[in-house]
């Protein structure tokens, strides 16, 4: 159990031996030596009548002397035996706890709450290795290979010559005991360690983003998320947006070189930095995932993307890519680490797109389902499990908090939720880093000595939903006045006005809501809107069944403040969900699970690309789209908002004739 699978054994068989006759999930790394302790097992007592069963007290071999000692040294729980000692003399039922399965179930809450099935590329084998002999000369990696043939079933194993030149000190250091990862996805062994190792080894999933890197570093043996962390993608200094970096490598020799080397060094100072916020070695980590769009999919690999600049936007590979970390100047991992990329989807929609379709599953739902991964370079995913469409919109940094004026990436200070009075037109607001709100008492003590630093990509966008239903701003974008609107809030800025979101005592520190910030967002939720109203025209429909919400700041942005914002369709709230970072999820689907790896390899083939860049409506969805939340589509389930506007009358029109 809970397999409830059955069968016969010879009297004397070990339960782990007869696990592995009936293909039962029964772990063990240390070759049926008790030392592990991977194979615990709960014997069943008395009468089981539903399994026609009766469990007599004898029918398993006693406590045997490796069981003591492992108690005595480690402890087993009450009625734990260890399945590679324990042997059947009788009619048994065997439970297999949840720590002793291969293909243990877990849950993410932070993520889309689907449980991920174990089943890593990389896993962990213990031998003994023959010691060489004169009389039967061999090498150490040929008796290598015997040893795991012999005990594990391990034939064929590749080795990289990095590690080839470790084994013999490998070896001996342990006393010609080794324990041996091996990655099943290529046959290839990935590390060694002297002796028995007992911990699990380590994977790490990277979502390579246009302005951040995420990353988890995740326990193999468990999934167990040890770390997490991110850094911002030290290519936004030759481009915020992908067209712009495209851009830099053909007008400057050498620089997609320049690109692909500096966004090396960061994914290998945060595996660093994530190892030892984990208190492991960096050299633990034996295998990664890495899924991006195509423009960071191909600087990463090293190849100009020079050709995603221009129609009909060739990718030079659309296949799932496999390589040793030193390939890809990744020298904190294990020497012998082996890197998985996602295969990409076609044109501008990649391995981030895929790794999404991963994790949400679009093409398992009966539903008509809207997914959408906000970022630099949105990308959207619109069917069910008859058909299932794609496209990318290119919607800059301002969801992220570039190009706004004060503008931060999330981080301890950053506004991250906003509400504002209609009748007053006072804001509330919270910062990451405190749960309270900025009205309440003990907010000031609560952010510390930072402060409040800026504003984030969620921030944001509540900040300009909210202003549009407070009657600050009206359909076309525009901030009223301070007469307009009625609160001193709103100062004149030139031409146009900015509303005034926070000030400290002084008034020398503000953080304001301008036009131009405004307008960032306008066109960033407009190309989203754009792509996703193409995929609809594409499959011949009008309205969506479910939403979801993807991206680092998805799972922060309520569903009104999205709709009444214009991001996407209208739809039931109810059905509009948020996934978080989607992206990173299915990474790490893909980092522990091995079918997950060859359900999306075949789903990507499956999936209709729409290009938006040439497609003849998204020009005139795009410009439809500026309104908030649209000049022509209805959003019946927004109800009523105020419908002011500032740009036919009253001081604001004086002034900027003036």
Avoid at 122 to 151: I, K, N, Q, W
Avoid at 388 to 401: M, N
Avoid at 537 to 543: Q, R
Wanted: glycine share 10%.
């Amino acid at each position: 159990m809970p397999s409830g699978k059955r069968g016969r054994v010879a009297h004397g068989t070990p339960v782990l031996t007869a696990a592995r006759q009936l293909g039962v999930d029964l772990d063990s790394v240390c070759g049926g030596r008790g030392i592990c302790s991977r194979c615990q097992v709960e014997p069943g007592a008395g009468s089981f009548p539903k399994l026609g069963v009766t469990v007599a007290s004898d029918a398993l071999s006693e406590f045997n002397a490796v069981e003591r000692r492992y108690d005595e040294k480690r402890g087993l729980a009450p009625g734990r035996r260890l399945g590679c000692q324990a042997k059947v003399e009788g009619d048994v039922v065997i439970d297999v706890p949840p720590e002793s399965q291969v293909h243990r179930q877990v849950v993410r809450k932070a993520a889309s709450g689907k449980p991920i099935v174990m089943d890593p590329a990389t896993r962990l084998y213990f031998v003994a290795v023959d010691e060489p002999d004169m009389d039967h000369p061999s090498g150490d990696l040929e008796r290598l290979r015997t040893a795991l043939a012999a005990e594990w079933d391990l034939h064929d194993l590749d080795i990289p010559l990095v590690l080839l030149r470790k084994l013999q000190p490998v070896l001996r250091q342990g006393d010609w005991q080794v324990t041996v990862a091996v990655n099943h996805d290529e046959n290839r062994i990935a590390a060694l360690w002297p002796g028995l190792r007992t911990d699990a080894p380590l994977g790490l999933a990277i979502d390579l983003g246009s302005t951040t890197i995420a990353a988890h570093l995740c326990d193999l043996g468990t999934g167990e998320v040890r770390a997490s962390g991110g850094v911002m993608n030290p290519q936004i200094r030759f481009g915020e947006d992908l067209m712009s970096r495209v851009s830099y490598s053909m007008m400057n020799a050498g620089g997609d070189v320049e690109m692909t080397r500096v966004v090396r060094q960061a994914i290998d100072r945060l595996a660093t930095e994530l190892a030892t916020e984990a208190g492991v070695a960096a050299a633990d980590i034996v295998e990664a995932v890495i899924v991006g769009n195509p423009v960071m999919h191909h600087l990463l690999l090293g190849v100009d993307p020079v050709e995603l600049g221009q129609a009909p936007f060739a990718l030079a590979t659309a296949d799932t890519v496999r390589l040793a970390a030193p390939e890809l100047d990744l020298v904190a991992l294990a020497p012998g680490a082996r890197i998985y990329i996602l295969p990409c989807i076609a044109g501008h929609v990649g391995a981030d797109a895929a790794a999404v379709a991963l994790a949400e599953a679009p093409d398992q739902a009966e539903l008509l389902t809207l997914v959408v991964d906000v970022g630099t370079n949105a990308e959207i995913l619109l069917g069910n499990r008859d058909r299932l469409l794609a496209c990318s919109s290119p919607t800059g940094p301002a969801f992220e908090g570039a190009q706004i004026s004060a503008g931060q990436r999330a981080a301890p200070g950053a506004i991250e939720r906003v509400q504002i009075d209609p009748e007053t037109k006072t804001p509330r607001f919270r910062v990451i880093g405190s749960d309270l709100w900025s009205d309440e008492a003990g907010f000031d003590e609560a952010v510390g000595e930072a402060g409040i630093t800026g504003i984030c990509g969620s921030g944001i966008i509540e900040a300009v939903a909210e202003m549009r239903m407070a009657g600050i701003l009206d359909r076309s974008g525009l901030i009223g006045s301070a007469a307009q609107v009625g609160t001193d809030r709103c100062e004149s800025s030139g031409r146009t006005h900015a509303y005034r979101l926070w000030a400290d005592a002084s008034g020398e520190r503000r953080i304001l809501v301008t036009q131009n910030d405004i307008r960032a967002i306008q066109l960033a939720k407009s190309a989203l809107y754009a792509g996703a109203r193409l995929l609809m025209d594409e499959l011949g429909v009008d309205h969506v069944d479910r939403v979801t919400l993807a991206g680092a700041f998805g799972a922060h942005i309520s569903p009104r403040h999205a709709m009444v914002l214009g991001m996407i369709p209208d739809a039931e709230l109810s059905a509009v969900v948020s996934a978080g970072n989607a992206a990173g999820h299915g990474a790490r689907m893909a980092l522990c699970s091995r079918a997950s790896r060859r359900h999306i390899e075949g789903l990507v083939r499956r999936i209709e690309k729409v290009e938006t860049a040439v497609a003849p409506r998204f020009q005139e969805h795009f410009v439809a789209a500026n309104a908030i939340p649209h000049a022509t589509d209805p959003f019946p389930h927004l109800g009523a908002l105020p419908e002011p506007s500032f740009n036919t009358a009253g001081e604001g029109r004086k002034r900027r004739r003036r």
